[in-house]
């Protein structure tokens, strides 16, 4: 959270100090309230109506066999997605969030499926280990994916917005640019993924290693590009968008992270819109959080993606709204404060 | 989470493994959810219906300064709750829970307020420095209380319990309570409770101290009795007869451990019906839920009590819930296993 605070946050936590409860007593809730209240610009935040948007890709790098799934599972989760069988579909509708589904880099033609929107970049990118994994065209071009799901949202009226992720073998090209984009090594951010074993998980470490290798000394804003994932793109493309617009995101999980740090290649002060949900089980996220400087609100030992961490939030957020929002003051409801 | 599992938890586990995401990938979402199965002894839970009753109760040990409140702001509190307008209504609300305010022990005539349970034992504790602080009826009737409440709850069909506390002076009786139940020291138990500056600090150190020298020697059971309070006491009684009837209550904060602690003394086995909501900033709440053998969901510095943090994580168990329930299965979503 903030430690300087604006006009509003400061006159929100005026507000905070004067309802029913020892000053302070709420904890984070009052942070977050006072946060949303800043963001806003108001002194009571508005309810949240948050959207998630979930981006899907396949990556050319799962030839390398870095994960524990076929790269096929990507499209068969979109399909998943559309039928409403999915996690993220779960937890968007029990924290009343709208969802969009968001083919931008599937290895599949999916062109027939109804239900979710066709925005396909390109099919999968192209190895990471060998090459660019895709154009400069190809990124600018998801990333507007990303930009057109963010605009579409708050036009809807969406004041929450959450990316979060499908594709096989993501977490690599997320390893990849955290490692990149933070200075931390290979080992200190590669985890398991979706479950991969030791010899794999060893195999994994060596093609980030790699990569790594064949990018070194190119410039930040060329990582995603080189080692990102049309999904990371277009999550970095609707983060850029969200904060140019001044609605605040709330960040998901190792991809998302990964997402967050490339977005903040085009947009340094990008963290002033972002909370951090949780803490994934994903080797890095601390780490990758913390150079966004974000203090996650939830551990709960998550590793799915999908944006389910930052769902299963929201009621969270919600609750401190309410809380800041409804509750009487000690003038109101007539009760002693403590110098009374 | 218990590591031995009944027969429904591991077959709620088994469902959990056919859905779709990798195993073990929802992380402590998954542990909720088996762990409910198990207590409802079905492998789908049913949604939870839960119901928080707030205690309230006066202690006769304000008088010697341990709190930065007066004691008539435990009676303006009750009238706050009455009218809707406290923290733990609005919480209540967020989550769907239904909501019931006890003054088991409120130092004040509240006979004339209306939407209140009217059970009171006592107005107000003895001091607990001097000697006991009720008689060993009192308790009695109290806890009594506590058990009409959960009969109540349960016969109107709910299945999560939830008891929150208000009481000035409470965090006194309740450090008393665990040091006494768990043999820790008063300086790893105290805290500053609503807020106590550092002369009152150390002087409630000291008051604890000698209260537990008057107390040595005496059997477990009479620790309630002794330095409790008539709302700790009904809490205890609350999750007694809802151990005995089955159902599962969420812990809250620092009272809430101490009245579970108390609880255990006259049923060693509670803690398996027992879920730990949260961790607060009073000093001692991790030592005494890790004394219960409890890992807590969240940790927001939250010290407000009211049932507050509890009815706060009700959201994340709902969610656990409907995961469990209505995600797709590998095989339904036709959707590749990593063993597919």
Redesign the interface.
């Known amino acids: 959270m903030s430690v300087c605070m604006t006009g509003s946050e400061s006159e929100a936590r005026a507000h905070q100090d004067c309802?029913?409860?020892?000053?302070?007593?709420?904890?984070?809730?009052e942070d977050i309230a006072c946060w949303l209240a800043a963001r806003q610009g108001r002194v009571k935040p508005e309810p949240l109506r948050p959207h998630i948007a979930v981006f899907a890709g396949d990556h050319g790098v799962c030839e390398e066999g870095v994960s524990?799934?076929?790269s096929?599972?990507t499209a068969?989760?979109v399909?998943?997605f559309a039928?409403g069988?999915?996690?993220i579909n779960?937890?968007a509708?029990?924290?009343g969030a709208s969802l969009a589904v968001v083919d931008v880099g599937v290895a599949a033609d999916l062109a027939e499926l109804d239900g979710i929107v066709h925005a396909n970049v390109r099919r999968g990118t192209a190895s990471l280990l060998h090459g660019p994994a895709m154009s400069g065209d190809e990124m600018r071009a998801a990333m507007q994916a990303g930009r057109d799901q963010a605009c579409a949202a708050m036009d809807g009226g969406a004041n929450l917005l959450i990316a979060g992720d499908m594709g096989i073998g993501n977490t690599t090209a997320s390893a990849c640019l955290i490692c990149r984009l933070t200075g931390a090594s290979p080992e200190e951010v590669v985890g398991t993924g979706?479950?991969v074993d030791q010899a794999a998980y060893r195999h994994k470490l060596e093609v980030v290693g790699e990569a790594l290798g064949r990018v070194a000394g190119q410039p930040d804003a060329d990582a995603l590009r080189e080692l990102g994932g049309l999904e990371i793109a277009a999550m970095a493309g609707f983060y850029l968008q969200a904060a140019e617009a001044g609605v605040p995101v709330l960040i998901d999980g190792f991809i998302s992270a990964a997402a967050a740090l490339a977005a903040r290649c085009f947009e340094p002060e990008i963290g002033r819109w972002m909370l951090a949900s949780h803490v994934s089980?994903e080797t890095g996220h601390a780490l990758a959080l913390e150079a966004l400087g974000l203090s996650p609100?939830?551990?709960?030992?998550?590793?799915?993606g999908e944006g389910?961490g930052a769902a299963?939030v929201v009621?969270?957020l919600?609750?401190a709204v309410?809380?800041h929002n409804?509750?009487?003051s000690f003038e109101?409801?007539?009760?002693?404060d403590?110098d009374g």
Chains 1, 2 share one sequence.
């Open positions: 309802l029913t409860k020892p000053r302070g007593s709420l904890g984070r809730l524990a799934y076929p096929v599972v068969e989760m399909r998943n039928r069988g999915a996690a779960v937890l509708r029990q924290c979706t479950g089980q609100l939830l551990d709960f030992g998550m590793r799915l389910s299963l009621p969270l919600q609750s309410a809380l409804d509750m009487a109101s409801a007539g009760v002693t403590r």
